[in-house]
């Protein structure tokens, strides 16, 4: 079983940056590819970006991939989404995920809700305009 916990949501002006971090816990991720989706109100959750488990392949829905980067640290069981520029449509819950059926995987990455197996809590980002 594994725990995931989001950090690092806040309250921004458009323009901002913020880095946001989900730690793992009860088993280790390594070897997994770990993504991160968002759900505004009144919509469905969405994907973000995925990271493959070695962290040399990365994947970012269109709006987001020349903002924002994920990256993950194994040793820390940790992954992130640093995100710049942020615009008022970005605000959203966001949330970070764990493909824990399937291990070693780098491409594609996985992308749809249904793909991943383990889910954090979420960390509000509201981006002001």
């Known amino acids: 079983q594994v725990q995931l916990v989001e950090s690092g949501g806040g309250l921004v002006q458009a323009g901002a940056s913020l880095r946001l971090s989900c730690a793992a816990s009860?088993?280790?991720?390594?070897?997994?590819?770990m993504g991160w989706f968002r759900q505004a109100p009144g919509k469905e959750r969405e994907f973000v970006a995925a990271?493959?488990?070695?962290?040399?392949?990365?994947a970012y829905e269109d709006s987001v991939r020349d903002r924002f980067a994920i990256s993950r640290n194994t040793a820390k069981n940790t992954v992130y989404l640093q995100m710049n520029s942020l615009k008022h449509e970005d605000t959203a819950a966001y949330y970070c995920?764990?493909?824990?059926?399937?291990?070693?995987?780098?491409?594609?990455?996985?992308?749809?809700?249904?793909?991943?197996?383990?889910w954090g809590q979420g960390t509000q980002v509201t981006v002001s305009s």
């Open positions: 009860g088993s280790t991720v390594s070897g997994y590819a």
């Open positions: 990271i493959s488990w070695s962290g040399e392949s990365t």
């Open positions: 995920a764990v493909r824990y059926t399937a291990r070693w995987i780098t491409t594609p990455l996985p992308n749809y809700v249904s793909e991943y197996d383990y």
